[in-house]
């Protein structure tokens, strides 16, 4: 069991390719199945993925395959490209494949929301779902990135949550799971902007009536002078948009914007520091990339299948390994 296991892990770690964070780059085509392609099961051996598109540079597979070796359970973990438009289709093939369950990314999260048959309370407030497990036959889905996201804050900056006065800038999929979160949880302001600001609008309209009045939450439009000028209210600046994952993109924020006390959270995570962390880091506020938030929303997939806690050292290594640095 153990020789399998170890065999598994090493060859994620050679896939992933020697030199740390390759695989950010998509240097490296690490080892990537289709619903059709993964191999058959072996017997007494857990099988689980992730899926998306694309969904070679994913680094769940270590991290997932750590937690299950630490536990003693052989368990197998792939790379599942499938294709925008081909989930439905797709969903019966993994079942079929004998997946227990499975990590879903961009940009899957909203369309396997609405094909899980039984959505945890995680998942109807995400209005989306990153981990399903099958149970009788039925598609469960939850979502555990809000979740995972508090945890990491919170680990890095303790007592952080609730935060105060928070600026939320992109309301996509990750943006809008965490502004959920915070109607819930509560913080002192909410401020929401976004490039569409219809999307930021929406949002505002949905959270309202959630916050009930217990503290403001308004839209503002993506406009530098008016964000300078919310910049200097501002404790938390929180990170949804993508701009960042490519190397060649500037901080969101114009570095002079970013000014101690403020703190960032940029969910974003790469090989380097996002240009939004070195930007903020290089004026002197607290920064951290989304490298944490991913430890944490795979461990709580791992605990919802395994229902035990996840051995969240094993996990941490082995992704700070593929990571080359610390979280
Ligand atoms: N750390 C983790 O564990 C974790 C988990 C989930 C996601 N993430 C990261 O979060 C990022 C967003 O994921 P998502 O699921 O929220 O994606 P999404 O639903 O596609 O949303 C993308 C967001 O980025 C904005 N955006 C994209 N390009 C932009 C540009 N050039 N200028 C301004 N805004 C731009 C979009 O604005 P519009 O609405 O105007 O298009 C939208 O707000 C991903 O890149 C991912 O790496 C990290």
């Not at 979160?181 to 949905?206: H, I, K, M, Y």
């Not at 949804?240 to 970013?258: A, C, F, N, R, V």
Request: charged share 20%; glycine share 10%.
């Amino acid at each position: 069991m153990r020789n399998f296991l170890k065999e598994q892990l090493g060859r994620s770690a050679f896939l992933l390719g020697g030199s740390p964070f390759r695989w950010l780059n998509r240097e490296v085509q690490a080892e990537v199945f289709t619903p059709t392609t993964i191999p058959p099961a072996k017997r007494g051996v857990l099988r689980y993925g992730v899926i998306g598109s694309p969904i070679s540079h994913s680094l769940s597979p270590p991290m997932q395959l750590a937690g299950w070796q630490a536990l003693g359970i052989p368990a197998e973990y792939f790379r599942i490209e499938i294709p925008s438009g081909d989930l439905e289709k797709a969903v019966p093939q993994l079942i079929q494949a004998g997946l227990a369950g499975w990590n879903c990314t961009l940009p899957h999260k909203g369309e396997m929301f609405r094909l899980s048959q039984i959505k945890d309370s995680s998942a109807l407030e995400a209005e989306s779902v990153n981990t399903v497990q099958i149970l009788n036959g039925k598609i469960h889905g939850s979502s555990t990135d809000a979740a995972g996201w508090a945890r990491a804050i919170n680990e890095s900056w303790p007592n952080s949550l609730p935060p105060g006065r928070v600026l939320l800038l992109g309301c996509g999929g990750v943006g809008q799971s965490i502004a959920r979160f915070l109607a819930r949880t509560g913080c002192e302001s909410l401020t929401l902007v976004n490039r569409d600001p219809l999307r930021a609008q929406r949002l505002l309209r949905e959270l309202t009536p959630l916050v009930a009045g217990r503290f403001p939450i308004r839209q503002m439009d993506w406009d530098p002078s008016a964000l300078r000028k919310a910049l200097k209210e501002t404790d938390l600046l929180l990170h949804g948009t993508s701009i960042g994952l490519k190397e060649t993109d500037p901080s969101p924020i114009p570095e002079d914007h970013l000014n101690p006390p403020m703190r960032i959270y940029d969910t974003l995570y790469r090989k380097d520091l996002t240009p939004l962390v070195q930007a903020g880091r290089k004026r002197g506020c607290l920064a951290i990339d989304g490298l944490g938030m991913l430890l944490h929303q795979g461990a709580l997939s791992f605990e919802l299948w395994s229902k035990k806690p996840a051995p969240l050292q094993p996990m941490r290594a082995a992704l700070e390994q593929v990571a080359g640095r610390n979280l």
